[in-house]
């Protein structure tokens, strides 16, 4: 059982910054390709980002490319997502998947065996 738990949502205004944190539970992050997912009001969950196990390989969504930048920590058990020259449209509520034994990165939810409860992040325009 892995669990997660994100943090570091907030309000910022457009143009701002923040850092999303995701700590995992078990050494089997290690092992697990990790993603971060959100879900905006009235719209299905997307996929944003996505790394590999050793932290070499990186995918981002079009609308992210440029402005995110995903990260992990193996020593620390945690995936970082750190979000910068927000717009008002990232609003969401971000969350963070593990894919234990995928060491791969995965752009699809299905592909994820583990969620976090989920963030808020909220930017003003």
């Known amino acids: 059982q892995v669990q997660l738990v994100e943090s570091g949502g907030g309000l910022v205004q457009a143009g701002g910054s923040l850092r999303l944190s995701c700590a995992a539970s078990?050494?089997?992050?290690?092992?697990?390709?990790m993603g971060w997912f959100r879900q905006a009001p009235g719209k299905e969950r997307e996929f944003v980002a996505t790394?590999?196990?050793?932290?070499?390989?990186?995918y981002y969504a079009d609308s992210v490319k440029g402005r995110f930048t995903i990260s992990r920590d193996n020593a620390k058990s945690t995936v970082y997502l750190q979000m910068n020259s927000l717009k008002p449209e990232d609003t969401a509520i971000y969350y963070c998947?593990?894919?234990?034994?995928?060491?791969?990165?995965?752009?699809?939810?299905?592909?994820?065996?583990?969620w976090g409860q989920g963030t808020q992040v909220t930017v003003s325009s």
């Open positions: 998947a593990a894919n234990p034994g995928g060491l791969g990165p995965a752009r699809r939810q299905n592909e994820y065996g583990y």
């Open positions: 078990t050494r089997t992050f290690r092992s697990s390709a």
């Open positions: 790394i590999s196990w050793t932290g070499s390989i990186t």
